[in-house]
């Protein structure tokens, strides 16, 4: 079993910065590939950033420039950094990983951007 625990999320003013955090626990071995997803309410689930246990980073073209993902492979733990936040970042953000075949997914944390 492999556990993922999101924090950092919480409310917010337009053009401020969060920080969120995800931290594996559990039956861990190498992860692949972690990374962050977001949904807000009425859409999709959406990829946000992923980053390659060699520190490859991609990201949605919506956050490039505001947004970096960065990993510690040691600690299991993935964060995001999150600047200049616009009221369309609101939503739910998952951290997934990806490890010997599998996904797994965090319980989300709310990110609230107000105007």
């Known amino acids: 079993q492999v556990q993922l625990v999101e924090s950092g999320g919480g409310l917010v003013q337009t053009g401020e910065s969060l920080r969120l955090s995800c931290a594996a626990s559990g039956s861990i071995f190498s992860i692949d590939v972690m990374g962050w997803y977001r949904q807000a309410p009425g859409k999709q689930r959406e990829l946000v950033a992923v980053?390659?246990?060699?520190?490859?980073?991609g990201y949605a073209d919506s956050v490039k420039g505001r947004f970096t993902i960065s990993r510690d492979n040691a600690k299991n733990t993935v964060y995001l950094q999150m600047n200049s936040l616009k009221p369309e970042d609101t939503a739910v953000y998952y951290c997934?990983?990806?490890?010997?075949?599998?996904?797994?997914w965090g319980q989300g944390t709310q990110v609230t951007v107000s105007s």
């Open positions: 997934n990983v990806y490890m010997g075949g599998l996904r797994y």
């Open positions: 980053i390659t246990s060699g520190g490859n980073s």
